[in-house]
């Protein structure tokens, strides 16, 4: 600590400014610092742009891509693939609190959630996208369906521990202020569980993000609208390499988004009521 | 809205009168006999917890349950509040037996986690009195609760997350909660037990000064003599295994101060009696 501030101030800096700036200023830094070898590498090696494009072909792909100085073909299909992704998530959450409602006022539900999370937490959803197909045929359904199957049992499963987790001394006090069975679930069981059932919303979208992705890609078009990963493959069917990057980018940022989006509602829930360390 | 401002502010007659004399039975306990199945062993074994306790719990007087670890006082304490039924006899309040945790019978317990995370000291305090008079209107609730906060000398931490509270702090909230729904008892389970020995003093003293602003009824369950010697109008020894009563005496050391050599002799005695025979 000692240290750095001497360096600091040695480079003219006020140090508390300094240490302050810095941790923040790490992310973005290495971010450049990647991008940077990235570019040199394609222009020094001279890769084939079909290959792989440098990172300012792809930035301008990109930004083209959204509308600026071109078609704004990309937020069709960014949007198709989220909607698909956002449907699936509400179904998601409301299946995996009512199965986990059903899991904790009984044994054989318990052992019944227990057993089928058993089974489908390990098997990629994705291996399920051919009987979808025979279901639902060529549809959103089918998306939805695997989608929904990606994201449920983690939350269910997070659930569960939130609600195993709950401080008994809580318990008895919503029986001691004649909380009914719905008042508890609200005012006690849903806040403890809030820790658990957030880290499942983040693991439950992130599996959702990339089984909705690879479908796509496996899958094509969904009707009229085909949503970000077939934007992708298609892209190198028709060797516009370039768009592929652009595509992937646009992947990678969402990700990043939502994340964030996590963070933040962190930071005003559990880390603000010291559930969790921030 | 009248009434419920005469809880906080008037004293009823009989609440002024000194607590030995008025000697009307609030809470009584006849041939209680609490029975758990055994942990391992034959089917059908239990262990006997309590056996045969019968006691009057008189209005507005502070009545100590005393006796060793694993006694079963806390047991007894928690049957009286309804948590837990009874394997023989009864509990009546005011004539009524008591079947199930009720707002009547408020509970403070040991641990910090009675606290609700997500609210601050002031909502933690509303959402009781939200619970036991749902009809109040905001503005006088909010009052409420500052008052009872204020009488607990929690005021500067009004709108602070208990997770940034003391020990002691917690245990105040969750007193200023308790009393602020003016229960029938308060069921006390050691809430200084997790305190250390300078702040458990303290908050024996506070509770003796926050008693005498509304001559609430309180049963305080404790293994340590000289918070009882503080605390008990009456002292209840009990004995293990299983546990009974092995004497209860006047104890007019009440609220002595923890300096005064008055009450030792009290304490010694008592001291003498929580000895296991042989």
Known sequence: MATTETDARAAGLNPSAFSE????????????????????????????????????????????????????ILWAYTWQTLSVVLQAYVVSVVLAVVLTGFAINSAWGKELLSTVTGIFQPLPSIALLPMAVLWFGFSK?????????SMVWPLAASLTVGFATVPPTLLRLGRNYELSRLGAMWHILLPSALPAMIGGLRVGWGFGWRTIVAAELVFGATGNDSGIGWYINNSRVFLQITEGFAGILVVVIIGFITESLFRVI???TTHRWGMEAA | ????????????????????????????????????PAPKGRKGAVVTAVKNVS???????????????????STLLTAMG?????????????????????????????????????????????????????????????????????????????????????????????????????????????????????NRERMQGELNRIWEEGRPTIVFVTHDVTEAVHLGHRIMVMTEGPGQI??????????????????????????????PAG
Not at chain 2, 255 to 262: A, C, E, I, R
Request: glycine content about 8%; aromatic content about 8%; proline content about 8%.
């Open chain 1, 21 to 72: 700036i810095m941790p923040r200023l790490r992310k973005p830094i290495i971010v450049l610092g990647l991008v940077a070898l990235w570019e040199a590498w394609v222009r020094l090696f001279d890769v084939p742009e079909l290959l792989f494009p440098a990172f300012s072909d792809v930035l301008v792909a990109l930004i083209t891509g959204l509308g600026i100085g071109g078609e704004p």
């Open chain 2, 82 to 198: 309804g948590f837990i039924p009874l394997s023989g006899g009864a509990i009546e309040l005011e004539g009524r037996p008591v079947r199930k945790p009720s707002m009547q019978t408020v509970m403070v317990f040991q641990d910090f986690f009675q606290l609700l995370p997500w609210k601050t000291v002031r909502a933690n305090v509303e959402f009781a009195l939200r619970q036991r008079w749902p009809r109040m209107p905001r503005g006088e609730r909010r009052e409420r609760a500052e008052h009872f906060v204020d009488l607990v000398g929690l005021s500067p931490q009004l709108n602070q997350y208990p997770h940034t509270l003391s020990g002691g702090q917690k245990q105040r909230c969750a007193i200023a909660r308790a009393f602020s729904v003016s229960p029938e008892v308060l069921l006390m389970d050691e809430p200084f037990g997790a305190l250390d020995a300078i």
């Open chain 1, 141 to 149: 359904e089918s998306l939805i369906f695997v989608v929904v199957m």
């Open chain 2, 55 to 73: 006691i009057d719990i008189r209005r507005a007087e502070k009545f100590v349950i005393l006796g060793p670890s694993g006694c079963g006082k």
């Open chain 2, 1 to 36: 809205m009248n009434d419920i401002l005469a809880v906080r502010t008037s004293e009823s007659p009989q609440r002024a009168a000194s607590p030995g004399e008025a000697n009307e039975t609030l809470l009584s306990v006849r041939d209680a006999t609490i029975q758990f």
């Open chain 2, 246 to 275: 092995r004497r209860l005496l006047d104890n007019p050391h009440v609220g002595m101060l923890p300096y005064d050599t008055q009450g030792q002799e009290s304490v010694a005695e008592l001291r003498e009696m929580l000895i």
């Open chain 1, 266 to 268: 962190q930071r005003f």
